[in-house]
């Protein structure tokens, strides 16, 4: 089993930027497909962002699209999501997900493990 621990999250203001780091407590390169989630208050979850196994095939939502990139350093078992030119409506939990699978996909249900969230608050 997969153990996903967040860290990173703050509050920043308008137009600053943030880097959330995911560690994993074993290899996931080439096994698990990795991917960003967040909750906002009174929200449902919304997809962020995925990464393949292979670090090839990356998705994001439009929201984020152009602002938040995701990256992962195989050799450390970390995954990364840089946040830059943050909004308001980007205030959420944060959480890191892994699948049990090399194929990325937006849809939180096909994630198997999930880390515990770090909050990030963009106010002025």
């Known amino acids: 089993q997969v153990q996903l621990v967040e860290s990173g999250g703050g509050l920043v203001q308008p137009g600053n930027s943030l880097r959330l780091s995911c560690a994993a407590s074993?290899?996931?390169?080439?096994?698990?497909?990795m991917g960003w989630f967040r909750q906002a208050p009174g929200k449902e979850r919304e997809f962020v962002s995925t990464?393949?196994?292979?670090?090839?095939?990356?998705y994001y939502a439009d929201s984020v699209k152009g602002r938040f990139t995701i990256s992962r350093d195989s050799a450390n078992n970390m995954v990364y999501l840089q946040m830059n030119n943050l909004k308001p409506e980007d205030t959420a939990v944060y959480y890191c997900?892994?699948?049990?699978?090399?194929?990325?996909?937006?849809?939180?249900?096909?994630?198997?493990?999930w880390g515990q969230g770090t909050q990030v608050t963009v106010s002025s």
């Open positions: 074993e290899r996931t390169a080439g096994r698990y497909a």
């Open positions: 997900a892994a699948r049990g699978s090399v194929l990325a996909t937006p849809h939180g249900h096909e994630y198997d493990y």
């Open positions: 990464i393949s196994g292979s670090g090839i095939v990356i």
